[in-house]
């Protein structure tokens, strides 16, 4: 009974953790099913997204700090977006008013997403960092995994040598967290793959709901490539990192 009602505590601090996610993978599903007047589909998916971001924050939800962590990851996730577009890697086909480079705005909410779910996760569970590696060392990091999203286009892919990297890095950091009073642990490598691999399940939702399409999915949709997960892997520790530096730069003032 102990092992249940921790589970079912765990499980409860992470629905209220995934509001966000949740409320854009309805959306994706509602929009795709009803017909909506007036504006096209991708714009009342960016009204939506809009009035749930101000609802979370208005009800304390959200904090104003999380609110400045969500927004960075808004603006990082639209220019991968726009760039990736640009490139081919997948594509916008609905028409929308406001779109930047065939990109529609709605897009970064799904980026804010996952920092939503970090920031608010981090808060409920009173996450805590053990033997963290130095800022001087996460922060390149970081920039390199987001860089090569980028120039893997132009030059080798080096994903796999920097997935290498991380695990050299945090090979001895964990991360613990609180369920009901108890206080758990484990490898942050471990978490960073469960994260990747659940955002992989949900990236299949979204393209099965039209949210945007790879080139395989034109004709019909089809499974999100297993390889997609070691990219989504990289986007999460770049998110992660970003935000336990903030978290570890902003101690003394906490974001939540």
């Known amino acids: 009974m102990r092992v249940l009602k921790q589970l079912v505590c765990f499980g409860w601090q992470q629905v209220l953790s995934c509001l966000f996610p949740v409320v854009i993978f309805a959306s994706l599903a509602f929009t795709q099913i009803m017909p909506l007047p007036v504006l096209p589909r991708y714009d009342w998916l960016l009204i939506i997204c809009l009035l749930m971001q101000w609802w979370m924050v208005h009800f304390g939800l959200e904090t104003r700090n999380e609110l400045?962590?969500?927004?960075l990851f808004h603006f990082i996730g639209l220019v991968l977006e726009i760039f990736k577009v640009h490139m081919g890697s997948w594509s916008y086909p609905e028409e929308g008013y406001f779109k930047i480079f065939?990109?529609?705005?709605?897009?970064?909410?799904?980026?804010?997403s996952v920092a939503s779910y970090l920031c608010q996760a981090w808060r409920r569970l009173k996450v805590e960092l053990i033997k963290w590696p130095p800022f001087l060392v996460v922060v390149p990091l970081a920039a390199a995994i987001y860089l090569n999203f980028f120039t893997h286009h132009y030059w080798i892919d080096v994903r796999w040598w920097l997935s290498g990297l991380v695990i050299l890095v945090f090979w001895q950091?964990?991360?613990t967290y609180?369920?009901?009073?108890?206080?758990?642990?484990?490898p942050l490598a471990l978490s960073f793959v469960l994260i990747g691999?659940?955002?992989w399940i949900a990236e299949n939702i979204a393209t099965f709901f039209g949210a945007w399409e790879y080139p395989n999915q034109t004709?019909?949709?089809?499974?999100?490539?297993?390889g997609k997960?070691?990219?989504?892997?990289?986007?999460?520790?770049?998110?992660?990192?970003i935000v336990a530096t903030l978290k570890q730069a902003k101690r003394k003032i906490p974001l939540g």
């Open 173 to 175: 950091s964990w991360v």
């Open 102 to 112: 065939g990109v529609p705005l709605y897009s970064g909410f799904m980026y804010a």
């Open 68 to 71: 400045k962590v969500i927004t």
């Open 229 to 241: 997960v070691s990219s989504w892997l990289l986007l999460v520790i770049v998110s992660f990192l």
């Open 219 to 226: 004709d019909a949709w089809s499974l999100v490539h297993l």
């Open 197 to 199: 691999f659940f955002i």
């Open 178 to 186: 609180e369920v009901d009073g108890t206080r758990y642990h484990m």
